[in-house]
Structure formats: C-alpha cells, structure tokens
C-alpha cells in the first residue's frame, strides 16, 4: 500500500473559551472569538457606520456596498497576494 504518512504532531491548544469550552492554539484567535460573546465591535465602515467584531466581516461588507463583481475582487486579491510573496521572498 502506497499510503501517504501523516504528519505526527498535533497543535497544543492552551488557549480556551470559558462560555463554550472551546480550546483555541494561539491567543490572537481567543481574542477574535470571544468577541462573538461580546458587544465589542471594533472594525466600522467609514461609509455608514455599521460596526463588525471581524475585520474580515467589514472586508465583504465594503464589497457587497461598493457592488464589486466576483471578478475584479479575484484579480484584487491575486495582485494583493503577489506583493505578500514579494516582499517574503526579498
């Protein structure tokens, strides 16, 4: 059998959600998340308003409200990520 072999190591998950339990590997992720018990909502759109706890979550509400198609935000994105590789490979 020509099985790939898995990868041994496991995340060690020391970060945790009193309210639901949940065990998270890094704090900046604990942070995010707990923000969903919360009424922190720290990302605004500088257009109405209209407060997110996500950064992301304000991210696709500034596309959904400037009507950007599926196709110019791809070949955002794509130019976005090549300035990333860019500069970590400089």
Sequence with gaps: DLAKP?????????????????????????????????????FSCKVCRKCFNQGNHLTAHMIIQRGESGLSLAKRVAEALVKVVTWKIT
């Design 6 to 42: 898995r990868k041994a190591s496991k995340e060690v998950r020391q970060y945790s959600c009193e309210i639901y339990q949940k065990n998270l590997s890094e704090r900046c992720n604990l942070k995010t998340h707990i923000r969903i018990h919360s009424d922190e909502r720290p």
